[in-house]
């Protein structure tokens, strides 16, 4: 049973009540066999009041506390994630179905490095400071400016099944770095390892209250934390239609709010790329954890000389892709998340099929008899790659998230920038030429939040990370990150 954390320890189960919602337990089911595998607490609205109450009573202190001791504590807690490498990372893998050999080399180690990350960070960051002389301005006085930049309180972090632990560290380092407590809501598909973390935190010395852990679907964990009055910070990772709903929510609360949405990221191939070398990183962007990340190529976009040169490097690569079971230390490819997501990642590909799309592999469930008996009932789904449709259906336009891609052509760079910008998202690209000033021209002209040249998912944690358009309003990362979660006071003094 996962339970929630507020206040320093496990929660018993609020029951279920009647007319309210939330409260009980959630099945939670084993993405590589399909079964049942054990519960997680629904918090109710009152558990989201507790663990509001206990973190802003944890503020005061733990944002008193010198940055130097929270900083301690937090790069203990990243010690302790390493040490407990191998639980946390089974945990992961059986909450998500991803293979275990990602959780232990990229969830996990990753976690622990973005506690190390912000908590040295924000030892080192820069105040900022601006002298004015008054001229020009009748009878102004010289003065001099500094910025302060203080904790805002209690942070609401939410996050998605794809990356769990990985996605709600990101957020609750920077967080509980700078200062602030938090109330956190991982996905309720994927709620072991944010219990597990919490616990940890216990005996890294982080101070009761200050990292709170509520479970439970959107309604009414999500939204209680969202529309809290005592929560004036919410960032959050997920669909692009609930970021909207929060956007508006939190609108009209005026809170800060960070989103980090949907993607639909074009993959990039000019004729003068290394063919090689892109055919393999485009096999890894498109299909790492099952085509499940926000940043995954699922578009590519491709120059009409090197297409069938191309599709033909990478399709060997996508040949060589054995779906396995997670737990087994050599598999590479797990499982779709859930039943429901793979029944909409295969309404894509049967409406693709009837607009004429033609599937250049995959397109199916594996046969029962590739996977090893023990996880003929989980939710897989092999890699797919689908031409021929046109760049404005629903396929080439709607986030699928899973592991199905399409291919569209182009004749010269405009059109490929075009292409590439051609969908309401704006979240990641990938392009690929060996013409350093192509690259800085298509970098500079396509609309995301990142663009990788000659590369994909190298990920420096200095860096604004976020998207553009419907992929999300704000960044993560950095500077960006100390910035969301501190409140600049700007003190004038007249000299
Ligand atoms: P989701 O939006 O369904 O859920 C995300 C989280 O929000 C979950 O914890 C969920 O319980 C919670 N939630 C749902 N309704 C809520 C509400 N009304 N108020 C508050 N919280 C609510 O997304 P998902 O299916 O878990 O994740 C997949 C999505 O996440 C994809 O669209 C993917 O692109 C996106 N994603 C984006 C990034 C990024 O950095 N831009 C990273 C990973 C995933």
């Given at each position: 049973?996962?339970?929630?954390?507020?206040?320093?320890?496990?929660?018993?189960?609020?029951?279920?009540?009647?007319?309210?919602?939330?409260?009980?337990?959630?099945?939670?089911?084993?993405?590589?066999?399909?079964?049942?595998?054990?519960?997680?607490?629904?918090?109710?609205?009152?558990?989201?009041?507790?663990?509001?109450?206990?973190?802003?009573?944890?503020?005061?202190?733990?944002?008193?506390?010198?940055?130097?001791?929270?900083?301690?504590?937090?790069?203990?807690?990243?010690?302790?994630?390493?040490?407990?490498?191998?639980?946390?990372?089974?945990?992961?893998?059986?909450?998500?179905?991803?293979?275990?050999?990602?959780?232990?080399?990229?969830?996990?180690?990753?976690?622990?490095?973005?506690?190390?990350?912000?908590?040295?960070?924000?030892?080192?960051?820069?105040?900022?400071?601006?002298?004015?002389?008054?001229?020009?301005?009748?009878?102004?006085?010289?003065?001099?400016?500094?910025?302060?930049?203080?904790?805002?309180?209690?942070?609401?972090?939410?996050?998605?099944?794809?990356?769990?632990?990985?996605?709600?560290?990101?957020?609750?380092?920077?967080?509980?770095?700078?200062?602030?407590?938090?109330?956190?809501?991982?996905?309720?598909?994927?709620?072991?390892?944010?219990?597990?973390?919490?616990?940890?935190?216990?005996?890294?010395?982080?101070?009761?209250?200050?990292?709170?852990?509520?479970?439970?679907?959107?309604?009414?964990?999500?939204?209680?934390?969202?529309?809290?009055?005592?929560?004036?910070?919410?960032?959050?990772?997920g669909s692009t239609g609930v970021g909207k709903w929060?956007a508006?929510?939190?609108?009209?609360?005026?809170?800060?709010?960070?989103l980090e949405l949907g993607g639909k990221n074009p993959?990039?191939?000019?004729?003068?790329?290394?063919?090689?070398?892109?055919?393999?990183?485009?096999?890894?962007?498109?299909?790492?954890?099952?085509?499940?990340?926000c940043l995954c190529g699922s578009r590519?976009v491709?120059?009409?000389?090197?297409?069938?040169?191309?599709?033909?490097?990478?399709?060997?690569?996508?040949?060589?892709?054995?779906?396995?079971?997670?737990?087994?230390?050599?598999?590479?490819?797990?499982?779709?998340?859930?039943?429901?997501?793979?029944?909409?990642?295969?309404?894509y590909?049967?409406?693709?099929?009837?607009?004429?799309?033609?599937?250049?592999?995959?397109?199916?469930?594996?046969?029962?008899?590739?996977?090893?008996?023990?996880?003929?009932?989980?939710?897989?789904?092999?890699?797919?790659?689908?031409?021929?449709l046109a760049p404005d259906c629903a396929v080439e336009q709607e986030e699928i998230f899973?592991?199905?891609?399409s291919?569209q052509?182009?004749?010269?760079?405009?059109?490929?920038v075009a292409l590439a910008n051609g969908t309401s998202y704006g979240l990641a690209a990938?392009?690929?030429?060996?013409?350093?000033?192509?690259?800085?021209?298509?970098?500079?002209e396509i609309h995301a939040g990142i663009?990788?040249?000659?590369?994909?998912?190298?990920?420096?944690?200095?860096?604004?990370?976020g998207g553009a358009k419907q992929s999300g309003v704000?960044?993560?990362?950095?500077?960006?990150?100390?910035?969301?979660?501190?409140?600049?006071?700007?003190?004038?003094?007249?000299?």
């Open positions: 049973m996962v339970q929630n954390f507020i206040d320093g320890s496990v929660q018993p189960v609020s029951p279920a009540r009647p007319g309210e919602p939330g409260g009980g337990v959630l099945e939670l089911i084993d993405p590589a066999t399909g079964k049942r595998r054990g519960e997680v607490a629904g918090a109710t609205a009152g558990d989201v009041d507790r663990a509001v109450a206990a973190a802003r009573a944890a503020f005061p202190a733990w944002s008193a506390m010198a940055a130097s001791k929270r900083s301690e504590i937090l790069l203990r807690l990243a010690d302790l994630i390493d040490g407990n490498l191998d639980e946390l990372a089974k945990a992961e893998c059986l909450d998500s179905g991803k293979p275990i050999f990602v959780c232990r080399s990229v969830d996990i180690p990753r976690s622990a490095a973005n506690f190390r990350y912000f908590a040295q960070a924000v030892l080192h960051t820069t105040g900022q400071w601006h002298q004015y002389d008054g001229a020009g301005v009748q009878g102004a006085r010289p003065a001099m400016n500094f910025t302060l930049r203080s904790p805002r309180g209690v942070a609401g972090l939410i996050s998605p099944w794809n990356l769990p632990l990985y996605l709600l560290t990101w957020k609750i380092a920077p967080a509980l770095a700078t200062g602030n407590t938090a109330v956190c809501k991982p996905s309720e598909l994927t709620p072991t390892t944010a219990t597990m973390l919490a616990e940890l935190g216990n005996a890294a010395g982080l101070p009761p209250g200050v990292l709170n852990i509520v479970h439970g679907t959107g309604q009414p964990v999500g939204s209680g934390i969202v529309t809290h009055p005592d929560v004036p910070t919410v960032s959050f990772t929060i508006r929510e939190a609108g009209d609360r005026l809170k800060r709010v960070s993959f990039v191939v000019y004729a003068d790329a290394d063919l090689d070398v892109a055919a393999e990183t485009a096999c890894r962007a498109m299909f790492s954890n099952q085509g499940q990340i590519l491709v120059h009409k000389s090197v297409k069938e040169a191309f599709l033909q490097r990478l399709l060997a690569h996508v040949a060589a892709i054995r779906p396995g079971d997670p737990m087994e230390p050599a598999t590479r490819y797990g499982t779709l998340i859930s039943q429901a997501h793979r029944e909409k990642v295969e309404r590909v049967a409406v693709a099929r009837e607009l004429g799309g033609r599937v250049l592999c995959g397109g199916e469930r594996p046969q029962a008899d590739a996977l090893p008996p023990r996880v003929r009932g989980g939710f897989y789904y092999l890699p797919t790659i689908i031409d021929g899973g592991p199905v891609v291919v052509s182009f004749e010269d760079d405009e059109q490929a990938s392009i690929w030429t060996r013409d350093l000033q192509r690259a800085h021209r298509a970098a500079a663009v990788w040249v000659n590369c994909w998912m190298v990920r420096d944690l200095r860096t604004p990370f704000g960044r993560e990362g950095g500077m960006e990150a100390i910035n969301f979660f501190t409140e600049p006071k700007n003190v004038c003094v007249g000299l």
